[in-house]
């Protein structure tokens, strides 16, 4: 992550430079730190000197940029919700309509975090972008570590190989760290986004492949 050079400007209105700050990093006003360098002053009413002001990012500007366009998204669904950038780097959807982000097994949460990303990436960005929304990740991630030791057992009861439903990249890294210290289990991604998923793999069945290879 490189570091942002703060923005300096002499001007009459400090929010016009917040504003002028957040259209130049492509984020949120609310997301501009203000460090006032040299308060304005008038003389005899006649001369003024502007204000001196630094302005930087309050956070990650990757995030920051994502909380923008993701606010941006919301905002033409109609929801009434805000967003919070959490200390691991997650952004995190609150509100009356936090539920209807959710949506039914988190589909649109899911698909706007695929949205999200696919954005960003064009636009440079570096890492990928989680989402959650009222600790639904957490949520998540414990149903899937069942899911997928359940899956294992299924697995090994009919001897072949199960396939897991698409998930994010995130999800399946939690099924696969659920599963990675199993005895009688293999497990590997497979497809494409955002169809991709997990299959699970008896370790005899597996073997014996092999060997008729």
């Known amino acids: ?3 942002t050079e703060p923005l300096v400007f002499e001007t009459d209105s400090i929010e016009n430079a917040v504003l002028d700050a957040a259209r130049n990093w492509g984020i949120l006003p609310e997301d501009v730190q203000v460090r006032i360098l040299e308060e304005g002053k008038r003389f005899l009413g006649l001369f003024a000197r502007k204000t001196r002001v630094e302005l930087l990012p309050s956070g990650d500007l990757e995030l920051l940029k994502a909380k923008c366009l993701l606010s941006g998204i919301l905002e033409l669904m109609g929801m009434d919700v805000g967003i919070r950038v959490s200390e691991e ?87 696969h760290i659920a599963l990675k210290d199993h005895l009688e289990v293999d497990t590997r991604s497979v497809g494409d986004e955002p169809q991709r998923r997990v299959v699970i793999w008896p370790k005899a069945v597996a073997r014996q492949k092999n060997k008729l290879n």
Request: glycine share 10%; charged share 35%; hydrophobic share 35%.
């Open 89 to 175: 780097g997650i952004l995190n959807i609150t509100g009356t309509d936090a539920g209807i982000v959710i949506g039914r097994y988190g589909e649109t949460l899911k698909a706007l975090e695929h949205l999200l990303n696919l954005i960003s990436r064009e636009g440079g960005a570096s890492r990928p972008i989680r989402l959650d929304s009222d600790g639904y990740r957490e949520r998540r991630e414990e149903n899937l570590k069942r899911i997928a030791l359940a899956s294992a057992r299924e697995a090994l009861r009919r001897r072949r190989p199960v396939t897991m439903e698409p998930m994010t990249s995130w999800e399946r890294r939690v099924v």
């Open 1 to 3: 992550m490189g570091r």
